[in-house]
DNA sequence: TAGATTGTTAATCGATTAACAATC
DNA sequence: TAGATTGTTAATCGATTAACAATC
């Protein structure tokens, strides 16, 4: 354990996590690196070579107990605390992910919406979120310690809200603009375009 | 060129043609694979090594010319025609993808909405894209040569509508439900709530 | 021509996988 | 104990990068 972790370990890692979560829903106490790799369909070895960058969560001749790796993986990605986010863009995305109940339930709390449309201020972009001036962003994150900015406006008006989000101290930027966002903090992206390009190359390769 | 190709390429190639189109926007007419490289933040050697798989596209000493190279990725990852869609789902997140004006610009078209909720039938989920019947999916997408089907149904549904879209015919899938498909066909994922988590543990991360 | 930049090779780097000793 | 499965090493595989000859 503890060496330089593999850049490629992150992602999988979490889906270590929510497949075990799955597992804790059927019931399944303890599981083999064999049967987490058939269900992931990856490999065993690679399942016990990423666990052993963090240390031994296993018992030889036996396995995994479900609910200690899912414990001890959602201690390894941050998942005990709720999460303080705020959404940047109220239109057709940002009231998706709004309304997006899942998210609640894993521990991202959205606090609050943010438009510049005077139309939508003050109105409630899902139950209990409230849409605000933009030009109270930067203020609102910093009052209230948020953590995470979720950019969901257009492509033109991304980095100038990213930019904002890191002056209020934001510490995590989720991405839903065709943009690469120049920031100092770790940013994710969604790029639903991007995907579907992905996607019709794959079927335009296969085709041959 | 024309090795196998790393499976790594065809999400650079996306970002290249991408910004291509920036760059035809902005009336740049050549680039070198330096600039390119300084705008995507890769490796200069890295473009021209995945350009070589598909063929030369450059002129020694001068650089690319950004519309000829545009125009050949978008050959090669298939940007030519028009897509044909179906959006399994008339929730907030496929409201949010029926109402996402870019995808239509860029050849995406979706073609119809499906629901098993009859409160939704028949009305619109975006201009001119109207709820069906879940049940009519299969027929639908035998009889108007659907080529992608975007599934945007609870977890516990996506893996029944994506063997449904697949007996319909259906050559690739776009999934946002939070499951790994089984398909024969392409899939690409976006799980919002993986993303996240992703970006989390990368903030833990770096507090160290 | 001289300077610039490609296309391609070969070296490096990093990630995956097989194999097996340790051990439950 | 015998059988099973981990944790870890070493071998393999694949992807990135530096370097440079080709050439515009």
Tied chains: 1, 2.
Excluded: H
Aim: aromatic share 8%; charged share 30%.
């Amino acid at each position: 354990m503890s060496e330089k972790i593999p850049r490629t370990v992150s992602k999988r890692l979490v889906s270590y996590y929510m497949c075990l979560e799955k597992l804790l829903d059927e019931g399944v106490e303890v599981i083999s690196s064999e049967e987490l790799a058939r269900r992931l369909d990856l490999k065993a070895s690679q399942i016990r070579k990423d666990l052993s960058y963090f240390g031994e969560f296993g018992r030889r001749g036996v396995g995994y107990k479900v609910e200690f790796l899912y414990n001890r993986i959602g201690e390894i990605i941050g998942v005990q605390k709720e999460w303080k986010i705020v959404l940047v863009g109220a239109g057709n995305i940002g009231r998706a992910i709004a309304n997006y109940a899942a998210m609640r339930e894993k521990g991202f709390k959205i606090l609050a919406a943010f438009d510049n449309d005077p139309q939508k201020l003050g109105t409630e972009i899902a139950p209990g979120i409230l849409v605000r001036d933009v030009r109270e962003l930067e203020d609102f994150v910093r009052e209230n310690n948020v953590e995470i900015g979720i950019v969901a406006v257009p492509a033109e008006a991304a980095q100038e809200v990213a930019e904002r989000l890191e002056k209020g101290g934001i510490v995590g930027i989720l991405n839903f603009a065709p943009v690469k966002l120049k920031t100092t903090v770790p940013v994710e992206n969604v790029d639903i375009t991007a995907s579907l390009r992905v996607l019709t190359f794959e079927i335009v390769r296969r085709r041959g």
